[in-house]
């Protein structure tokens, strides 16, 4: 692909610094990726654990574990975690960090200092939604959406929560603005734009949405904040405002905010496919307008979340026809890369199986979600652990395996060190099949009318409970054990070539880990993404 | 303005090796920036546009109370800093660096004079017990109510807005008296700038929708 970076540098690589201050005032691309992992791991493992514990209480009927108000602090704390800290963030913070600029052949992304902001802001963020755990009158117990007039009224900690989230916002907002800045300015010579890889490509249509989504969810949650320290009244009906207008404008934001955390997770399954396939991506062209078509439409189908709220006819129809129409690029993506798969030379290692149960997970995910796009039927399980099942399916069958998909992909060339193959799929195994018995169930509990959000549930829906609970053991597992596994990996001296899977965008020319400045020149595009032919796997 | 006595530098090449400097990237980012503050005000625009069809008649009697004299005062004030803050610009680019220094600081303290200003605004609604969450607010019709709600929600968040700048503006003074903006690295001011007339565009907004709705 490139032809001036053929060898890896014997440069430095960017762990040679030292000490905790080389990382705290880091305005290197690759380290702030590192930031974000290691913090963004600890989040999700603290999410992780409050699902444990909800699954726990579910267990048996009747109060198993915790009071009914823990339980609603545990559900609103699970939601604001995994979302805020950690799929929306996702891939585009750990991964985009560290490989955009790599692969658009830059040494930095546009805004260094900017980057390094956003991290902070990130963490100010957590840390102050986290303290409203242990400060004011208890945890928040809204939800993570929020909703008014509940979240005007509780005595709970709600007012911190959401400056947190604000702050979260606004380092989501400052990354989308570096991303797309870095990309029309920094890309190398010969790397137009159709010959940028896909992940970028994903990343520049994520971008667009954080930055044009994110201010609406700022103004929202202000809005909340002033609502509860001075009764603006804008959303307090006993004042005159309407609870239906925050519905509204939290989903405008919340809403394209799945396609912030989705689009990133298909970008990477875009460039992990044609590698272990070993050929080039099928209908890369489609792709790339797939994925500003999802970033577009999806901008527009907010609506469908509140089908129950009180909408008129008409625009309840308008968005439930515009609701079908998002689920086109998504498709053309699956097709494209089951069609990548044809005649390829397909080798199943643990990145390519996690992508290969993406795909399946993330189909599942969406064909529940045209369910609820469906007027008549998303009566009927409006507010059930349907709805619970399908942005699981989505957002952790989805994300969720695209980040570990990424992370087993990209860990060589990230740290220079390898993970035990052979435990990463047992993990791999073990999270699928718990997955599917934990949110299989949560679609059939559904169906059955199981509310979410409850604290308790009927005898009949016992078995389900027991079923899911159970999944969720085998899906802790298999979790921890991955992150056991690539903990140890760190840890064991191996050295990694520059190429280990036979991958073909720039990432693959630098040494692993890359060197401080990516590149000692930089590369000159003269093919499109993806050619394979003159490519040979190095030995490892 | 007469024409220029010097050609103004045009795009300027970073001129210290190894340092990278990009001055169409830095301002597609502020432009972006600026989308983003945009849109932040946007949801409070689309909530006084849902509000106002709502209770026409009473945004109409609400509206007539404020001081459209104050109000007037405080457009002609936003309106002269973004001239002057574009003064301030074209001098550094002619090197006279002590006529930008002056002109940044008449926007400083124009947009001083404008928080003044609202400062006595409030002050004299808070006085007559109207602000949110007021008993005496609290007795009047609803549309009323989400009026002052959104009048000092809105001039709020555009207050801290040119407290920012103005701030911002401090900054950029110190920078100047440093020589760290000079005549060919001039970025930080002009992206300065763009927020400052963003800041000054919101209030041309707020102005007719709330002072003129009467």
């Given at each position: 692909?490139?032809t ?14 030292k ?69 929306i ?43 409203s ?35 979260i ?31 970028p ?87 790339v ?79 529940t979600g ?12 409006h ?72 604290y308790?549930?009927l ?7 027991i ?25 064991r ?41 003159p ?6 | ?11 300027p ?70 001239l ?27 947009g ?22 007021s ?14 709600g959104?009048?000092?929600?809105m ?9 920012v ?50």
């Open positions: 692909m490139s001036a970076a053929e060898s890896p540098t014997s440069e430095p690589s960017f762990y040679e610094r000490g905790i201050a080389s990382w705290l005032l880091t305005t290197d691309h690759k380290r702030i990726g590192i930031l974000y992992l290691g913090s963004m791991m600890t989040f999700f493992l603290v999410g992780m654990t409050f699902g444990v514990f909800m699954r726990l209480e579910q267990l048996t009927m009747g109060p198993t574990i915790m009071k009914p108000t823990t339980y609603n602090a545990l559900f609103t704390l699970h939601g604001v975690m995994m979302i805020f800290l950690f799929v963030p996702g891939l585009s913070a750990v991964f985009g960090n560290f490989f955009l600029p790599i692969m658009i052949g830059a040494k930095d992304v546009a805004f260094p200092r900017l980057n390094l902001l956003s991290w902070y802001l990130f963490m100010s963020g957590a840390a102050v939604s986290l303290s755990l242990f400060t004011g009158s208890g945890p928040p117990d809204t939800g993570w959406s929020f909703y008014v007039p509940y979240s005007l009224r509780t005595r709970t900690n709600v007012t911190m929560a959401v400056f947190g989230v604000f702050l916002g606004f380092s989501s907002i400052i990354t989308g603005l570096n991303f797309i800045t870095t990309m029309h300015r920094l890309r190398t010579k010969g790397m137009n734009w159709m010959r940028m890889p896909l992940f490509w994903a990343l520049y249509a994520t971008a667009w949405v954080q930055v044009l989504a994110t201010p609406i969810l700022g103004i929202t949650l202000l809005l909340v904040m002033l609502e509860r320290l001075f009764h603006l009244g804008i959303f307090d009906p006993s004042i005159g405002g309407d609870p239906i207008l925050y519905q509204h404008l939290f989903w405008t934001y919340s809403h394209p905010a799945v396609y912030i955390m989705i689009l990133p997770a298909m970008g990477a399954i875009s460039e992990i496919i044609p590698t272990f396939a070993h050929r080039t991506i099928f209908g890369y062209k489609a792709i307008l797939s994925s500003m078509g999802i970033a577009a439409i999806g901008s527009l189908v907010w609506a469908h979340h509140m089908f129950t709220s009180g909408m008129s006819e008409v625009a309840i129809v308008v968005f439930s026809l515009l609701t079908f129409l998002v689920a086109i690029p998504s498709a053309i993506k699956v097709f494209n890369w089951v069609a990548t798969l044809y005649k390829g030379s397909v080798e199943l290692r643990s990145p390519m199986l996690f992508a290969l149960a993406f795909i399946f997970l993330f189909s599942i995910g969406g064909l045209l369910f609820q796009g469906a007027l008549a039927i998303n009566v009927h399980i507010d059930t652990y349907f709805i619970v099942g399908h942005f699981h399916y989505v957002m952790f069958g989805g994300t969720g395996f695209a980040f570990f998909a990424a992370l087993h992909y990209w860990y060589p060339k990230m740290f220079g060190r390898m993970y035990s193959e052979r435990t990463a799929i047992v993990a791999f195994v073990l999270i699928f099949i718990g997955f599917n018995l934990l949110y299989f169930t949560f679609l059939v509990l559904g169906l059955q009318g199981m509310p979410r959000r409850y308790d549930h005898p009949r829906f016992h078995t389900g409970h079923w899911a609970t159970i999944g969720s053991w085998i899906m802790v597992a298999g979790l921890l054990l991955m992150v056991i596994n690539l903990v140890r990996g760190l840890f001296k191996t050295t990694i070539p520059a190429n280990p899977w036979g991958g073909v965008t720039l990432e693959w020319t630098v040494s692993s880990p890359p060197p401080t400045e990516n590149f000692d020149v930089l590369p000159v595009i003269s093919e499109p993404a993806y050619t394979f032919n490519v040979t796997k190095e030995p490892a | 303005m007469s024409a220029p006595a010097e050609p103004l530098a045009a795009e090449a970073g001129e210290h090796v190894g340092e990278h400097r990009d001055y169409a990237g830095a301002k597609l980012g502020m432009w972006i920036f600026v989308f983003t503050e945009l849109i932040l005000f946007g949801g409070l625009f689309v909530a006084y546009g849902m509000y106002r069809s709502m209770h026409a008649h009473d945004f109409h009697k609400a509206s007539g109370e404020l001081n459209l004299t104050l109000g007037v005062i405080n457009t002609l004030i936003l309106l002269t800093s973004s002057t803050m574009v003064l301030s610009i074209v001098a550094i680019r002619l090197q006279r660096k002590v006529q930008s220094m002056f002109f940044l600081a008449c926007t400083m303290l124009l001083a004079a404008f928080l003044v200003n609202k400062f006595f605004e409030w002050k004299a609604k808070i006085h007559h017990g109207i602000y949110p969450g008993e005496h607010l609290m007795a009047r019709p609803p549309g009323e109510r989400l009026f002052f959104l009048y000092f929600g001039t709020g968040l555009h207050g801290l807005h040119v407290t700048g103005v701030v911002v503006m401090s900054v950029m003074l110190v920078f100047l008296a440093r020589d760290k903006i000079r005549h060919n690295d001039f970025i930080k001011l002009e992206n300065t700038g763009l927020y400052w007339h963003l800041v000054d565009v919101i209030w041309i907004f707020l102005l007719p929708l709330f002072y003129l709705a009467a």
